[in-house]
């Protein structure tokens, strides 16, 4: 992301400095959701309970940054004019952002989906889930290696002392935050609930 001039600090609708520190802040946090997430892909069906949880955990987190990018975007294609001032994303960047959103909502769906559906669902949505992943996956990283300076810049930036008042706000961005993961424990117990009747149902079919 571009840096923040100073006439963005005092322009109407300005301010995007504080959606770039949460942007980040959130980006950070499903890092490490999401590379908890990718060791129960290693072995899933012993795992899947694992898999479950920390996917509903993700849930929340995600739909803050579609939320704060998206208003990013908004604020930028309306010209509200401190966030002209900071310029668009990279033209790559811009270009992977609906792909990365739409593969997201195949893979979150289609998890979920898997769990809630029938017996004659559950193969078309097992391959859905598996395709949207390996798109997912080729676009998601990309968009992370090209948001990583920013992130590592900006994700600590709420939650270090002598740099928390430079822009109003860090104590309510840190409690979305946490709010957005604490947000995921009640998915997590609701489809948790799911699996041990989801695994007995495939066992008796590869039988």
């Known amino acids: 992301m ?22 980040a802040s959130t980006a950070a946090v499903l890092l490490v959701l999401l590379a908890a997430e990718g060791v129960t892909i290693l072995s899933v069906r ?16 995600v739909l803050l940054k579609m939320g704060t990018t998206g208003y990013r975007f908004a604020r930028y294609y309306l ?26 909502v195949a893979v979150f769906g289609s998890g979920i989906a898997l769990l809630l ?4 669902l559950r193969s078309p949505l097992l391959l859905l889930h598996k395709a949207s992943f390996v ?4 676009a998601t990283t990309i968009h992370v290696l090209g948001h ?7 994700a600590p930036a709420d939650w270090v002392r002598r740099r928390r008042s430079e822009v109003p706000g860090a104590g309510l961005r840190q409690w979305v935050l946490v709010a957005s993961v604490a947000a995921g424990i009640p998915l997590a117990f609701v489809l948790l609930s799911r699996v041990g009747p989801w695994l007995a149902a495939t066992a008796h079919l590869n039988h």
């Open 2 to 23: 571009i840096g923040t001039s100073r006439s963005s600090r005092t322009r109407p609708g300005g301010r995007p400095e504080a959606n770039s520190r949460l942007t």
């Open 117 to 120: 559906a029938g017996p004659s």
């Open 135 to 138: 798109l997912w996956f080729g």
């Open 46 to 61: 012993p795992l899947l309970g694992w898999h479950v949880a920390l996917g509903m955990l993700l849930v929340p987190p």
């Open 148 to 154: 990583l300076a920013d992130t590592g810049r900006l």
């Open 79 to 104: 010209r509200s004019p401190a966030y002209v001032d900071r310029g668009p994303p990279h033209a790559l960047l811009r270009l992977l952002g609906p792909f990365v959103v739409a593969t997201t």
